[in-house]
C-alpha cells in the first residue's frame, strides 16, 4: 500500500519536532493512516465484543483499558474472566471515546484503566496533566455511575537503556502524572495500582523487566500479574460509590 504524501510528510515533521527515531517512522506513519480512517479506535474490539457473552451469575469480570502496556500484554491471565482491551498508541481521549463500547457494553465489574504515556510523548497533540486529569476523571465517573469498580494503574517507567526514550517521554512527568492518579483514586473511592514502584530503579525502569526501555517484557510483566490481582481484590471488596 502506498503512503499518501500528507501522512509521509506528517511521520517526517513528527520525527523531526519530537526527534522520534528513524526506526519508529513506519510505526508513526501507519498509526496516522488509521487515525484517519477510526479516530478512536472503535473497530479495533467491535466485532469481538458482540462474540462476548453477558457474564455468569457470579462472574468478576474486569477489563483491562488501555494503551500499549495493555496491549502487549501476553500470557494474559488464563483461565480468568479478564478481558484486554488495550490498544498501542491510544491516548487518553481516544480512551474516554472508547470507554462505553469496549468497558461499559461488556458489563465489568471491575475496569484497570492505564494510560497517559502517549500523551505525554505527543502522538495525537500534546496533553498536559490538567487535559488528562479531565479524561481520567471521566472515565472514572462514566464507570461509577454504571456500577463498575476502578482500578487507576500508574505509568510504567521508562529508561534510555536501549534507545532514548526519556527525550520524548520525560521522567519527571511521568511521575507528576503517577502522583495525581494515586491521589485521585483515594479522593474517589478507586484503587492506585502502583506499577511503577515495582519496575523502577529510582526513575529508570529496570532493565531487567523491559527489551526496549519502554514496554515491559515477560519478566516485567510477570512482576505485574499479581500486583494487579491484589488491586483487582481490593477493588472488589470495596462498596460502590
Known amino acids: 500500500m502506498r503512503i499518501p504524501a500528507a501522512l509521509l510528510l506528517l511521520g517526517c515533521t513528527l520525527c523531526a519536532q519530537q526527534q ?5 517512522l513506519e510505526r508513526v506513519v501507519a498509526a496516522q493512516r488509521h487515525l484517519l480512517a477510526d479516530w478512536a479506535g472503535l473497530n479495533r474490539f ?3 465484543n458482540t462474540e462476548v457473552r453477558p457474564p455468569a451469575p457470579g462472574e468478576n469480570r474486569v477489563v483491562f483499558f488501555g494503551d500499549d502496556t495493555t496491549a502487549a500484554w501476553t500470557n494474559f491471565f488464563p483461565g480468568k474472566p479478564y478481558l484486554n482491551r488495550g490498544i498501542a498508541r491510544q491516548s487518553t481521549p481516544q480512551l474516554l471515546v ?6 461499559i457494553s ?6 484497570v484503566i492505564q494510560g497517559g504515556m502517549n ?3 505527543g502522538f495525537v497533540g500534546y496533553g498536559s496533566e490538567g487535559t488528562m486529569a479531565e479524561n481520567f476523571t471521566s472515565m472514572v465517573e462514566l464507570a461509577k455511575v454504571n456500577g463498575i469498580r476502578v482500578v487507576l494503574a500508574s505509568l510504567d517507567p521508562v529508561c534510555d537503556c536501549y534507545t532514548n526514550q526519556t527525550k520524548l517521554r520525560p521522567q519527571g512527568k511521568i511521575i507528576g502524572m ?3 492518579l494515586r491521589d485521585y483514586a483515594a479522593k474517589t473511592g478507586s484503587v492506585y495500582l502502583n506499577y511503577y514502584a515495582a519496575l523502577a530503579d529510582g526513575r529508570d525502569f529496570k532493565k531487567e523487566y523491559t527489551s526496549d526501555g519502554l514496554l515491559p517484557n515477560a519478566a516485567g510483566y510477570a512482576v505485574m500479574a499479581p500486583l494487579a490481582e491484589k488491586a483487582i481484590a481490593e477493588a472488589l471488596a470495596l462498596p460502590l460509590r
Open 178 to 180: 503517577n502522583g495525581w
Open 98 to 103: 472508547r470507554f462505553r463500547q469496549d468497558v
Open 46 to 48: 467491535g466485532s469481538d
Open 20 to 24: 522520534i527515531p528513524r526506526e519508529e
Open 106 to 111: 461488556l458489563r465489568a465489574k471491575v475496569v
Open 119 to 121: 500523551d505525554i510523548a
